[in-house]
């Protein structure tokens, strides 16, 4: 019965798209379209929720179909300059991030904002008679707004009850693509009973001509009575070298399907558990993007075909098994894979490691000696971890702590957990500036802020693994100009980069920044990605001579302030 319902779910998989009815939406660029990336590839932390639309900035962006602008979001990083726009007769809403500006009445409105709010950033939620569209209408520009390497559309079409986000080739949008997908390695894993990896082995693999692949080597062994595979995989457009992500996978054990997705669509909520997903020490460490073809304990993604299973082959002593991978784009463009995997006769299994802690996935886990706690909430690892920890006392100038040494960083946590340090030879001038700091070997000081408990102890949400002291932040955000004269008369803008001390990451504030211009609030805007601070002379600012004072203040309330009389 289990595996006649895997192959009712799996037959369901592959052979319907995530809507039933399809709306009658338009592009949302005219002429061609051309992807940078694919919808659900792999990203840092995430899946990509969008389609990446290569153009140059300026080019017009329109609305797929009839709506209302539902949503206005502007940060420095992210997508930077986005709208959201609602589409009440399907249900779904369409998003566009990255955008150079917006179509002239929704950026003077964006604007009035901004002075209104006194604030760069902006999330402003819109009732349905401000802007409505209509299908086809112009609504902003292509540009490169936010976390971008270059000009283009990240585009969007989610469920509007569910947040759900949809591949939106399902809705009409082709592009060019005849060529097949690309097998650029195998992962070999053996697995504990509960699921757990406790080896990985790459192997290479070489092609065979028409999409079919094999390894360099006959035969896989294994001493392990449970094993899986992981895939490295991309796919390619006509005219274009990007690398983008792959649509399905599918794995077969002697003809039966044993694993399978098909990426159309996904919960944004459950984006990180991209994390359990990849192999993310392989990720981490050498840049390398195996997608797992089996499924962790704790990984809550809804979008896999499995059974009981869960992707794991199982093998009795001296049983060979042949596997056959498939790989499709949405295109139905495939490649496939296959070799054979055999168990040796009475091999010994793999042990444990040497650990510390034993923090098991489907539990809530607590770590206290008085000098550290660690608090791990149910739902924040992707398997068992059997955890190395070690204090190493510190003498280095300016640390507060011993350095608590807590496993590797090539071990992915899904949700943040408390990190309690209890200081040593803090001064008590310093207690205000005080932070809890990751210090890996070779990498500079990351803040992640803290804030003082009523035991002493200096606590700050974290969500990685690493080594973790106390520091002290007592350095004021550096303001360079970059662009800035006495005399501006005809410049179409001024600039600063921006620096600090210590980069944060965790629930730690980023820099903070205001400007003014004769006493009145100026819009300052910034590009995370380069650190830039920058005013465009939009009209606010009257011609003739000025005094503009800018201030940068980062977590710990340190503050530099700029002075500068000018002429416009």
Request: net charge negative; aromatic share 12%.
């Amino acid at each position: 019965m289990r595996q006649l319902c895997f192959w009712i779910i799996a037959l369901l998989l592959f052979s319907q798209s995530a809507t039933d009815t399809i709306p009658n939406f338009t592009s949302p660029v005219q002429g061609t379209i051309q992807l940078t990336g694919t919808f659900g590839e792999l990203r840092s932390n995430h899946f990509h929720a969008g389609l990446d639309i290569r153009g140059e900035v300026g080019r017009p962006v329109y609305a797929i179909a009839d709506g209302f602008i539902s949503r206005i979001w502007i940060a420095a990083s992210g997508y930077g300059q986005a709208l959201y726009v609602e589409h009440p007769h399907s249900g779904h809403t369409a998003v566009y991030g990255h955008l150079d500006r917006f179509r002239d009445d929704i950026m003077a409105f964006t604007r009035r904002e901004q002075y209104r709010q006194e604030s760069f950033t902006l999330d402003a939620e819109l009732p349905q008679d401000s802007f409505p569209v209509r299908q086809g209408d112009l609504i902003g520009y292509i540009g490169q707004r936010g976390f971008v390497s270059g000009p283009h559309l990240h585009f969007e079409i989610r469920d509007t009850e569910t947040d759900r986000t949809l591949n939106p080739m399902n809705f009409g949008i082709t592009v060019p693509d005849s060529r097949q997908p690309l097998v650029r390695g195998l992962r070999f894993y053996e697995l504990s009973e509960r699921g757990r990896v406790l080896n990985g082995k790459d192997y290479s693999v070489k092609g065979q001509g028409a999409g079919r692949y094999s390894l360099t080597i006959d035969t896989l062994f294994t001493n392990q009575p449970i094993i899986a595979l992981g895939v490295k995989a991309y796919d390619q457009q006509d005219g274009r070298p990007n690398m983008n992500g792959i649509y399905s996978l599918e794995i077969y054990q002697d003809s039966q399907l044993n694993f399978a997705y098909r990426m159309d669509h996904f919960l944004i909520e459950q984006t990180r558990y991209l994390n359990a997903h990849l192999d993310y020490e392989q990720q981490q460490k050498n840049n390398s993007w195996f997608q797992r073809a089996f499924v962790l304990p704790g990984n809550q993604l809804d979008f896999y075909a499995s059974n009981d299973q869960k992707g794991r082959i199982k093998l009795a002593p001296g049983q060979a098994s042949t596997i056959r991978i498939k790989i499709s784009d949405h295109r139905q463009n495939s490649s496939e894979l296959s070799l054979v995997i055999k168990r040796r006769e009475g091999s010994a299994p793999l042990q444990n490691p040497v650990y510390t802690y034993y923090l098991p996935y489907d539990e809530e886990n607590l770590i206290d000696d008085g000098r550290f706690r660690a608090h791990f909430p149910p739902g924040i690892f992707y398997e068992d971890i059997f955890l190395d920890y070690d204090l190493i006392e510190e003498s280095t100038a300016g640390h507060y702590a011993p350095t608590h040494r807590l496993h590797r960083s090539t071990t992915p946590l899904h949700r943040y957990f408390d990190l309690h340090i209890r200081p040593v030879g803090l001064p008590e001038a310093l207690r205000a500036k005080a932070i809890i700091v990751q210090c890996d070997d070779g990498g500079e000081p990351v803040s992640y802020g803290g804030e003082w408990t009523p035991d002493g102890r200096l606590r700050a949400p974290v969500r990685t693994f690493g080594n973790f002291t106390i520091m002290a932040d007592t350095q004021a955000p550096k303001v360079t100009p970059e662009r800035l004269a006495e005399d501006m008369r005809g410049w179409p803008r001024f600039s600063f980069k921006l620096s600090d001390n210590f980069p944060t990451r965790g629930k730690a504030r980023d820099l903070r920044f205001r400007a003014e211009v004769d006493g009145q609030w100026i819009l300052m805007e910034f590009d995370g990605l380069r650190n830039r601070l920058y005013h465009d002379f939009d009209g606010h600012i009257p011609s003739g001579e000025h005094q503009l004072v800018l201030r940068v203040m980062d977590d710990r309330g340190n503050e530099t302030v700029f002075e500068r009389r000018f002429r416009n």
